[in-house]
């Protein structure tokens, strides 16, 4: 086997970072008049969004309508989901420790202009909205992705019921898959032209102004990120793949991460994960499940936040975070946003109102907004963790799918 030199390994994801770093530079010198060219980066994001959107579907619902053992099947279900909320509850115990140390309010006063957050809706409408819409047309739809992988479950079993690999339909969900994927990959020549556009214009209009009343929000969650992806991604990776699996999953999480720090979308970055996965030896069917799973359901980073949020707002009304009361609803509140966010940039704000209603249902006129900068300004980072990791999380599943020495029986059949 040739082995690859770091540029062919990283020539991509650098491109990206360095299309990145030139359009903040671009846009912190050319201001405002940056956003002349943000039509660049929307095109790359609306193609990326346009062509996710059925390759969620059709990858979940082929793996389940082509995998021969039901055993199997249940077993990466139950064990992803099982992760996902695992590393969840981590990362949110972990911001109120560090909440804790560093208050993340900045002293003085934060100016913004409020928001409306809309009419507020009961348990009942969200867990209904989380799950289901109302018109099958609204089923595909970005803003819709848990329903969208709800229906894939089903579909995927009712085509497993009706021959599975051997039907037509199976057939014809395999061949799609891979259609899609080299449709991605087409897109992805424009990326670095839409990065350096996007970014571009984001810090012409806002670079100044996003770090004035939110410094310390910054300067905390940011370098948490980052330390969290190279201390609790490897040992992620030890567990599920063993020995040599740090150094593997190294070698493939570049491309997710910067994919995820430059769209600021889980779902716009399942096919670098896809892609990731697959040069690792991952199996297909435990990819074509914990990829598109964990772009909606993984949301680490936003644990992280949602428990900063609540702590910025505590300080910022003068309240003390402390009590396990309260630490244990600010874990749930954190875990249950995480889950029922939807892979897109922004996330919908729905952890936001769940915040708001539950710790400061008489103040959301200020409360809200705040969230909503916050929430805005550090997106990058959060969606960074929350892609990248779905890409470590299969080392685990695959552990218990694939047993403990998945990785080295792929890295010797390699060889």
């Known amino acids: 086997m040739t082995k690859k030199t770091f540029w062919q390994n990283y020539?991509?994801?650098?491109?990206?970072?360095?299309?990145?770093?030139?359009?903040?530079?671009?846009?912190?010198?050319?201001?405002?008049?940056?956003?002349a060219?943000?039509?660049?980066?929307?095109?790359f994001i609306n193609l990326m969004f346009c062509i996710v959107v059925p390759l969620?579907?059709?990858?979940?619902?082929?793996?389940?309508?082509?995998?021969?053992?039901?055993?199997?099947?249940?077993?990466?279900?139950?064990?992803?989901?099982?992760?996902?909320?695992?590393?969840?509850?981590?990362?949110?115990?972990?911001?109120?420790?560090?909440?804790?140390?560093?208050?993340p309010l900045v002293v003085g006063n934060v100016a913004y202009e409020a928001t409306d957050p809309g009419e507020g809706k009961s348990t009942g409408e969200l867990i209904t909205g989380f799950f289901t819409v109302n018109d099958f047309s609204a089923l595909f739809s970005r803003s819709a992705m848990l329903p969208l992988i709800v229906a894939a479950i089903l579909f995927g079993f009712?085509?497993?019921?009706?021959?599975?690999?051997?039907?037509?339909?199976?057939?014809?969900?395999?061949?799609?898959?891979?259609?899609?994927?080299?449709?991605?990959?087409?897109?992805?020549?424009?990326?670095?032209?839409?990065?350096?556009?996007?970014?571009?214009?984001?810090?012409?209009?806002?670079?100044?102004?996003?770090?004035?009343?939110?410094?310390?929000v910054l300067v905390i969650y940011y370098p948490l990120c980052f330390l969290y992806m190279f201390t609790a991604f490897p040992i992620y990776a030890r567990f599920g793949g063993g020995k040599g699996a740090v150094k593997?999953?190294?070698?493939?999480?570049?491309?997710?991460?910067?994919?995820?720090?430059?769209?600021?979308?889980?779902?716009?970055?399942?096919?670098?994960?896809?892609?990731?996965?697959?040069?690792?030896?991952?199996?297909?069917?435990?990819?074509?499940?914990?990829?598109?799973m964990g772009a909606t359901m993984h949301m680490d980073g936003t644990c992280f936040s949602g428990v900063m949020k609540i702590a910025f707002l505590?300080?910022?009304?003068?309240?003390?975070?402390t009590g396990?009361?309260?630490?244990?609803?600010?874990?749930?509140?954190?875990?249950?946003?995480?889950?029922?966010?939807?892979?897109?940039?922004?996330?919908?704000?729905?952890g936001e109102l769940i915040i708001c209603s539950l710790f400061f249902p008489n103040d959301m006129a200020v409360a809200y907004p705040i969230l909503v900068v916050i929430g805005t300004i550090i997106d990058p980072p959060a969606t960074m963790i929350n892609a990248a990791g779905?890409?470590?999380?299969?080392?685990?599943?695959?552990?218990?799918v694939d047993g403990k020495d998945w990785l080295q029986k792929k890295l010797k059949a390699s060889n």
């Open 11 to 35: 020539r991509f994801p650098i491109l990206l970072l360095s299309a990145i770093v030139l359009g903040c530079i671009t846009g912190l010198i050319w201001g405002p008049g940056a956003t």
């Open 37 to 43: 060219i943000q039509f660049l980066g929307d095109i």
């Open 56 to 103: 969620v579907f059709v990858s979940i619902s082929s793996a389940i309508a082509n995998m021969a053992s039901k055993k199997r099947l249940g077993k990466i279900l139950l064990t992803t989901i099982a992760t996902f909320v695992v590393t969840g509850i981590l990362c949110a115990v972990i911001m109120i420790i560090v909440s804790r140390v560093f208050d």
């Open 158 to 216: 009712g085509v497993s019921h009706c021959g599975g690999p051997e039907s037509r339909v199976g057939q014809l969900l395999t061949n799609l898959s891979d259609v899609l994927l080299r449709v991605v990959q087409l897109i992805m020549y424009i990326a670095p032209i839409g990065l350096f556009a996007y970014f571009a214009s984001i810090v012409g209009q806002f670079g100044a102004n996003l770090i004035e009343g939110f410094g310390k």
């Open 248 to 292: 593997v999953m190294f070698r493939h999480l570049l491309r997710p991460a910067v994919t995820a720090l430059g769209t600021c979308s889980s779902v716009a970055t399942i096919p670098a994960n896809i892609e990731a996965a697959e040069d690792t030896g991952i199996s297909k069917d435990v990819t074509d499940i914990v990829l598109p």
């Open 314 to 321: 505590f300080s910022f009304f003068g309240m003390e975070f």
């Open 324 to 350: 396990i009361g309260t630490w244990a609803l600010a874990i749930a509140v954190a875990v249950f946003s995480g889950v029922a966010m939807s892979g897109v940039p922004g996330g919908g704000f729905i």
């Open 390 to 400: 779905d890409y470590v999380v299969s080392f685990i599943v695959s552990r218990f």
